[in-house]
């Protein structure tokens, strides 16, 4: 996409995808904001071919390695995705009582008409940083650890496990809120 380094080259590849908000806002504060992406993800899971390893939402990204099966490929899934959930994130902040809602919607009509690359709200960054890890110079469960231990930085959690928007309760023996395939 604009603006980004990182290339899909490989449509079916795994990836470890970085996903940004513009000017790196703290959106993901809410759980309604962040069960938008739960949900989102587990649609694709079963509707677009979305092959999920290892994920977590923080205040401003998202973290994802995963590939797609399906015709639409890496950057279908991402256009498709960004897209539905940018819609749904602008729309709650307009419904639930959000104490930052001008704020929010000021950053996010400013970037969409800056950019010209969104109609009204633009709440992603364009890029996707995007990492193939079919190179075996890369250590996935590396990048699936660095995923995981996200929380444990930030200091929203002492165990991995113990954040609930992550697949790292799928690598303790446990199920979490998004179907994902382990490694």
């Known amino acids: 996409m604009a603006g980004d380094r990182y290339f899909i080259r490989d449509q079916k590849a795994t990836y470890f995808l970085t996903l940004t908000v513009v000017k790196w806002v703290d959106i993901f504060t809410r759980a309604d904001y962040r069960d938008v992406i739960v949900d989102s993800l587990n649609y694709c899971i079963k509707e677009k071919g979305l092959i999920l390893n290892s994920w977590v939402i923080m205040s401003n990204h998202v973290h994802l390695i995963g590939r797609v099966e399906s015709d639409i490929g890496m950057s279908g899934f991402l256009r498709d995705f960004k897209k539905y959930t940018s819609k749904k994130i602008a729309k709650l902040i307009l419904e639930i009582p959000e104490s930052r809602r001008d704020w929010l919607l000021d950053k996010f009509a400013f970037e969409a ?45 002492d165990n991995p496990e113990d954040y609930l928007y992550s697949s790292a309760i799928d690598y303790a023996n446990g199920k979490g809120m998004v179907s994902i395939e382990l490694v």
């Open 113 to 157: 008409k800056r950019t010209g690359r969104a109609k009204q709200y633009k709440i992603w960054k364009d890029d996707n940083h995007a990492i193939d890890l079919t190179n075996n110079s890369i250590d996935i469960c590396a990048k699936i650890n660095y995923i995981h231990m996200n929380p444990v930085k930030a200091r929203w959690v």
